[in-house]
């Protein structure tokens, strides 16, 4: 049955027509060969196959959502929950082959849950070196009777060659509302600026990130996928490990997040995704980044807080009348 949606939910849909007018688009598993140019390409097929057809040393940066050791149903693909020893041998079932495609100065990231992250900790760390764990908070669902609420997910930083491998701090600082504004013997702000809007600060990001929306019906962003990252957290991880033209590489493409946030951010992507409705959902995407770059959360190049939406598009006007 046709899901009926309320007339604001912006929420993406996949048409007869849309899959008819994409499909071109879409690189089938059995269509690869010796010439396949995967340049800015979405792959359709299982993970396993197609991983020994992409050249090693292919990926600046590859950004990993793997499914966590938990039950879901991603449009009929279903993955089961396992013991910990069991999912550690799937981890590394694909991690061997994945970690190829990185190039020397590459970097990775890894997304897992309290359930899943010492299993990725181990199987990354026989690989690449370890650089830090990246908490953010995920608010969202339900709560839970007999057990705390899990509102947190990690992101295993990893590199290559830790003395060689790119970070651009500058480009992922935070704007942050200055509540208690100290100020110099002169009266001047001390590391902040006033403003009509506010008094702000410029601030370092840590590895604990509190400013991420999960994706929901109002976003249109948002998808039917179940585990869908937001388009902000990704940006952050592609602006600080990778330059402009760079390539980003998704083995777990799901809805598209990793190669649509790098085509708006002046980079080249690669993804691989086992289910077709999901190769839609980014092709569809990116076919809307064409001419859309907007990434919420993120104006005039700075990172905002949660719930300062009404003074981004203050200073995002002020800024296109300029």
């Known amino acids: 049955m046709k899901t009926q949606r309320a007339e604001r939910n912006r929420t993406l849909t996949i048409t007869d027509l849309d899959r008819i007018r994409l499909k071109d688009r879409i690189i089938e598993y059995t269509n690869i060969s010796a010439d396949t140019d995967f340049l800015d390409k979405t792959i359709h097929g299982d993970l396993l196959q197609v991983i020994k057809n992409?050249?090693?040393?292919?990926?600046?940066?590859?950004?990993?959502?793997?499914?966590?050791?938990?039950?879901k149903n991603f449009n009929g693909l279903k993955f089961s929950a396992s013991d910990d020893q069991t999912y550690e041998s799937y981890l590394e079932l694909w991690f061997s082959d994945v970690h190829r495609k990185l190039k020397p100065n590459g970097s990775m990231y890894v997304c897992g849950d309290w359930k899943s992250?010492?299993?990725?900790?181990?199987?990354?760390?026989?690989?690449?070196?370890?650089?830090?764990?990246?908490?953010?908070?995920?608010?969202?669902?339900?709560?839970?009777?007999?057990?705390?609420?899990n509102g947190m997910e990690d992101i295993w930083f990893a590199v290559n060659?830790?003395?060689?491998?790119?970070?651009?701090?500058?480009?992922?600082k935070m704007k942050r509302k200055v509540i208690a504004p100290y100020k110099t013997d002169d009266k001047q702000p001390k590391d902040w600026i006033a403003s009509h809007e506010g008094n702000f600060r410029i601030t370092y990001p840590s590895n604990f990130w509190d400013d991420i929306s999960i994706?929901?019906?109002?976003?249109?962003e948002n998808t039917d996928h179940p585990t869908q990252k937001p388009e902000?957290?990704?940006?952050?991880?592609?602006?600080?490990?990778?330059?402009?033209?760079?390539?980003?590489?998704?083995?777990?493409l799901g809805s598209g997040t990793?190669?649509?946030?790098?085509?708006?951010?002046?980079?080249?992507?690669?993804?691989?995704?086992?289910?077709?409705?999901?190769?839609?959902?980014?092709e569809k995407r990116l076919e809307t980044a064409d001419n859309n770059h907007e990434i919420q959360g993120y104006v005039n190049n700075v990172f905002w807080e949660r719930?300062?939406?009404?003074?981004?598009?203050?200073?995002?006007?002020?800024?296109?009348n300029i």
């Open 258 to 282: 990793a190669s649509v946030v790098a085509k708006k951010l002046g980079r080249h992507y690669c993804g691989i995704e086992i289910n077709e409705e999901y190769c839609y959902f980014a």
């Open 54 to 71: 992409i050249p090693d040393r292919f990926a600046d940066l590859i950004i990993i959502d793997p499914p966590y050791n938990l039950s």
């Open 117 to 149: 992250t010492a299993a990725l900790h181990r199987v990354i760390s026989r690989y690449l070196t370890i650089i830090n764990r990246i908490t953010w908070q995920r608010e969202k669902g339900r709560g839970a009777l007999n057990n705390w609420k």
């Open 215 to 220: 994706p929901f019906w109002s976003m249109p």
């Open 161 to 172: 060659d830790p003395k060689d491998y790119f970070f651009d701090v500058e480009s992922v």
């Open 232 to 252: 902000k957290l990704y940006a952050k991880l592609i602006l600080a490990s990778s330059r402009p033209n760079a390539m980003i590489f998704d083995p777990f």
């Open 307 to 320: 719930n300062t939406l009404p003074i981004q598009r203050v200073i995002e006007k002020k800024s296109r």
